[in-house]
Nanobody, 117 residues
C-alpha cells in the first residue's frame, strides 16, 4: 500500500518561511495530480494547493503569492514552500493523492505548522 509521509513542519514567527515535504513510498507523485490540505484546530480540512501531472498549479486565495507547490519526480517528493507565514496559517498540513476512479484518496499523517505573532 502506498504511503505518504510529510515532514518539515515546526514553530516559526510571522514572516518566516518553511518548506514542507511529502515523500511517497512508491512512484505516484509524477503521474498524478497531488494536493496539500490544512486543518486548523476546530475547523474543517481545507484545500491549500494543487499540482497536476503536467505541472499546472492552483492555490487558495489566502496563500496566493506566498506559497508554492512543486514536486521532484526523481525523489517521489511533493513540496510546499511557504513564505511570509502568518498566524492564520497555523494548522496541520496534509499531502494527498486525490481519488482516481475507484481508487480512494491517499493521505499522509500530517505535519504541524505553528506561526507565532
Amino acid at each position: 500500500q502506498v504511503q505518504l509521509v510529510e515532514s518539515g513542519g515546526g514553530l516559526v514567527q510571522a514572516g518566516e518561511s518553511l518548506r514542507l515535504s511529502c515523500v511517497a513510498s512508491r512512484n505516484i507523485i509524477s503521474g498524478n495530480s497531488m494536493a496539500w490540505y490544512r486543518q486548523a484546530p476546530g475547523k474543517q480540512r481545507d484545500l491549500v494547493a494543487t499540482i497536476t501531472s503536467g505541472g499546472s498549479t492552483t492555490y487558495t486565495s489566502s496563500v496566493k503569492g506566498r506559497f508554492a507547490i512543486s514536486r521532484d519526480n526523481a525523489k517521489n517528493t511533493l513540496y510546499l514552500q511557504m513564505n511570509s507565514l502568518k498566524p492564520e496559517d497555523t494548522a496541520v498540513y496534509y499531502c494527498q493523492r486525490p481519488r482516481i476512479g475507484i481508487l480512494s484518496a491517499i493521505w499522509g499523517q500530517g505535519t504541524q505548522v505553528t506561526v507565532s505573532s
